[in-house]
């Protein structure tokens, strides 16, 4: 049987507070673009679970009405890595944003929607072109 890779499955958490929450990347692929928090699906876990989890553990907040947004196909061909990103959109709850994986994030902002710093990272542009807005859904 031939050895094939298999792509990432990816689950970014648009953290809406009237604006939505954006991190700088450091220390992996895509350093030094901005993202939504997010990180690997475990296996067996939700999607609600794993935004709620990895809100938590990269930005120190808690989220709430969490709900599937949007996918994207992310080809990253440069450092030859393939994931599928799955969107979800979340109320912001309660909590101050926190550099929580330093070696992750360089910082947290809030910046209006589809006003963000550049570069945005591959599955951010790619959430764009699919005209998608946290704010009408």
Same mark, same amino acid.
């Given at each position: 049987m031939q050895? +094939?890779?298999?792509?990432?499955?990816?689950?970014?958490?648009?953290?809406?507070?009237?604006?939505v929450l954006?991190?700088?990347?450091?220390?992996?692929? /895509?350093? %030094?673009?901005?993202?939504?928090? %997010?990180?690997?699906? @475990?296996?067996?876990?939700?999607?609600?679970? $794993?935004?709620?989890?990895?809100?938590? @553990?990269?930005?120190?907040?808690?989220?709430? @009405?969490? +709900?599937?947004?949007?996918?994207?196909?992310? !080809?990253?061909?440069? @450092?030859?890595?393939?994931?599928?990103?799955?969107?979800?959109?979340?109320?912001?709850?309660? /909590?101050?944003?926190?550099?929580?994986?330093?070696?992750? $994030?360089?910082?947290?902002?809030?910046?209006?929607?589809?006003?963000?710093?550049?570069?945005?990272?591959?599955? $951010?542009?790619?959430? !764009?072109?699919?005209?998608?807005?946290?704010?009408q859904t």
């Open positions: 050895n +094939k890779k298999l792509p990432g499955v990816g689950v970014a958490v648009i953290i809406r507070k009237n604006n954006l991190g700088k990347r450091i220390g992996s692929h /895509g350093e %030094g673009t901005w993202q939504f928090p %997010g990180g690997h699906l @475990e296996f067996n876990e939700k999607l609600e679970d $794993c935004a709620k989890r990895e809100a938590l @553990e990269e930005t120190n907040l808690k989220v709430k @009405e969490i +709900k599937f947004a949007a996918i994207t196909n992310d !080809l990253f061909k440069h @450092e030859n890595k393939h994931y599928i990103t799955i969107f979800m959109v979340a109320d912001y709850n309660s /909590g101050k944003e926190t550099i929580m994986e330093p070696k992750k $994030c360089l910082e947290w902002k809030w910046f209006a929607w589809n006003k963000f710093p550049q570069p945005i990272f591959l599955p $951010c542009q790619n959430l !764009l072109k699919q005209n998608f807005n946290p704010f």
